[in-house]
């Protein structure tokens, strides 16, 4: 099983472009999440999602967008990419909502 | 506001001996919590929990301590070996609507010298 797995690993963006952040699970998880870290500090929950449909904010919300239609993708779209939102995105799913969490290798994103 | 605190960013430890790596929360509806490692490059991966109605839970090396009155937890990693350098993040969890929430500490990097 390849896990949770999140493209791209890397990725610059200029002010005001905007990006889709993938993420896709083959351990037909329920729940998924989307965290952000900024250096020096812990990870941050940006979106959920508890079921294919069924989406809601996290911690930090503002500035991004999620969907989920099928059970194994969650997408974080940005839509005006902003210096603020530098950081880097891990993915995370689990089986049920107070089940471990795994996570994926994560996408650098940064905004200039 | 900083719900949970790691006030260590760093802590070298001799291979061997045991490594000590501490972590606060304020929020006493907190009812888990976790310990996750993350090597570089990597996302962060599951290590060891506690249920806040336990004040120990061992598994091998690792024992997590919670002392509920002072909100206070510790990892503790007996003996420390090489592979166990990286960075060790404490989360206290709220279950919200059927979904857990984690709340993460700034991190620890634990580094063990040979």
């Known amino acids: 099983n390849a896990g949770v797995t999140q493209t791209p690993k890397f990725r610059i963006l200029k002010i005001g472009q905007s990006m889709t952040l993938q993420c896709t699970q083959d351990m037909n998880h329920n729940y998924m999440y989307w965290y952000r870290q900024d250096p020096g500090m812990g990870l941050k929950l940006i979106y959920y999602?508890?079921?294919?449909?069924?989406?809601d904010k996290g911690e930090v919300p503002n500035g991004y967008n999620v969907s989920r239609s099928t059970t194994e993708d969650f997408p974080l779209r940005l839509e005006l990419a902003a210096p603020s939102q530098t950081s880097v995105y891990f993915c995370a799913s689990s089986p049920g909502g107070t089940d471990t969490q795994y996570f994926g290798p994560g996408t650098r994103l940064t905004v200039l | 506001d900083q719900q949970v605190k790691q006030n260590s960013p760093s802590l070298s430890v001799q291979e061997g001996r045991i490594s000590i790596l501490n972590c606060d929360y304020t929020n006493s509806m907190f009812d888990y919590f976790l310990w996750y490692k993350k090597y570089p490059a990597e996302g962060p991966t599951f290590l060891i929990s506690?249920?806040?109605?336990?004040d120990k839970n061992e598994d091998g090396r690792f024992t997590v301590f919670l002392n509920k009155s002072a909100k206070h937890l510790s990892l503790h990693i007996v003996p420390s070996q090489p592979g166990d350098s990286a960075v060790y993040f404490c989360a206290a969890s709220a279950t919200f609507q059927g979904a857990q929430k984690l709340v993460f500490g700034q991190g620890t990097r634990l580094t063990i010298n040979p």
């Open positions: 506690i249920s806040s109605i336990k």
């Open positions: 999602s508890v079921g294919a449909g069924i989406t």
